[in-house]
């Protein structure tokens, strides 16, 4: 019997790594059916409770407008919407003073200045909350300041809060919604084909253990027991650790069904990879070993040389095989896509994958530094996820206020 070719070898062994990552496609879509058509639906609570709805903004978001009217309009008995910004100056604030006048039943704005931690808008949400707004209010909502919902957005996440008192953070999924042909059609798909199927494969192997900051529903209680947002205004990746502070003191987080629409805006090349660069640091700072094995969720780099290495060592059906398990992985993550976030890609974007999973597979190795830019300011990213802003020269941190940071 001869020897196996080396190539061949190595060919099989990339298989089956690939072939983790298919498999793991597979979770996704199981989970994702799982919680996009379960078999019992929510029942609405006794009575609704009221809510405070917490915006931090800074500047003017693509669709800005539409974005806050369809938070504004919700189809909901009892919530106050509070704008929170931290200039007097700020482009945003002419637009929040017009939808103040149009809704001043529903719409506050609140200008906060003065000293915080390097996460400007946790910051700026610490002082708002300083005054104690509305504390009959027994939920605070806290979403970004991009994302657009439908009207009964609001009455879907309570619903799912008030189902269990153990738990103490609603959160969501957000989708993406392109607005020109650039760099926002690469991340939408980074969200729909990406982001969103590594959520639902965390969402299977375990109780959910994270937060999104595009919807993070509280109840004050929990809020109030780790203290408010003020020991994370030092922290990178602040949905995460309101998370786990959260569940530190005995509640549950629960991921909704709802999704929510994230508007993306067309970028220049390099603000968008420093965008998505800060997103792929921030996971890692959260969670460091998983992060490291994440490239196991990505079969691309496996299944691709592995179909060379069949190639190369005379074996043309051997890379038959690898050719379909990749395709099989593009039409799991094109029914994800399709079926549970109703943003069909079609034949004639599947190109988009291919570009953003070599750009993805870029970035995971790009990861592995600890500066990042954030709003035009630079960090430096510590161990656990505790920002650092650095000058202009980048030698030198920059003097200000510290805030105790206490670590779980």
């Known amino acids: ?83 929170v910004v931290g200039s007097p100056v700020d482009p945003v604030i002419p637009l929040i003073q017009e939808l103040c006048g149009l809704y001043p039943d529903r719409v506050s704005l609140k200008i906060v200045e003065g000293p915080g931690g390097p996460n400007r808008k946790i910051s700026n949400i610490t002082l708002a909350m300083e005054a104690n707004p509305f504390p009959e209010y027994p ?24 189902q269990d008192e153990r738990i103490g953070l609603v959160t969501c999924f957000q989708r993406g919604n392109p607005s020109g042909p650039g760099s926002s059609r690469l991340a939408s798909v ?30 004050r209680t929990a809020l109030d027991q780790i203290g408010g947002f003020a020991p994370i205004r030092w922290l990178l990746a602040d949905d995460y650790h309101l998370a786990q502070r959260i569940i530190a003191k005995g509640y549950r987080i629960a991921l909704s069904s709802t999704i929510v629409d994230a508007q993306i805006p067309d970028q220049r090349f390099r603000a968008f990879w420093e965008q998505e660069r800060r997103w792929v640091i921030t996971y890692r700072s959260c969670r460091p070993v ?22 190369l060592s005379g074996k043309g059906g051997w890379a038959m095989v690898v050719l379909f398990l990749w395709l099989l992985h593009l039409v799991i993550l094109s029914d994800i896509s399709s079926r549970y976030l109703d943003r069909p890609l079609g034949w004639g974007a599947i190109h988009l994958l291919f570009k953003r999973e070599v750009l993805s597979l870029a970035l995971y190795f790009a990861s592995f530094g600890s500066r990042i830019v954030w709003r035009g300011r630079s960090f430096r990213v510590l ?8 000058d202009s020269s980048g030698s030198s941190p920059v003097k200000g206020e510290r805030f105790p940071v206490k670590h779980l």
């Not at 070719?5 to 690939?18: A, D, E, V």
């Not at 009575?47 to 974005?67: C, H, I, Q, T, Y």
């Not at 490291?292 to 190639?311: D, E, I, K, Q, T």
């Open 139 to 162: 939920f605070v909502l806290m979403n970004d300041s991009d994302i657009r919902v439908g009207p009964g957005y609001l009455k879907a996440i309570v619903r799912e809060v008030c």
């Open 383 to 390: 161990r656990g996820g505790e920002l650092l802003e650095i």
């Open 1 to 83: 019997m001869s020897p196996l070719h080396p190539m061949l070898i190595l060919s099989f062994l990339l298989l089956c790594l690939g072939g983790v990552g298919v498999f793991f496609d597979g979770l996704a879509w199981w989970s994702g059916h799982r919680l996009f058509f379960p078999k019992k639906a929510p029942v609405d609570p006794p009575s609704w409770p009221a809510v405070l709805m917490l915006k931090p903004v800074a500047g003017l978001d693509v669709g800005a407008r539409e974005n806050y009217l369809s938070l504004i309009r919700q189809d909901y008995p009892e919530f106050q919407t509070v704008f």
């Open 290 to 311: 998983g992060y490291a094995f994440s490239l196991l969720l990505r079969p691309f780099p496996f299944l691709f040389w592995g179909a060379v290495g069949a190639l």
């Open 190 to 219: 980074m969200l729909n084909t990406e982001a969103i199927p590594q959520g639902l494969v965390a969402a299977a192997l375990g109780p959910v253990d994270f937060a999104y900051g595009p919807t993070m529903l509280m109840r």
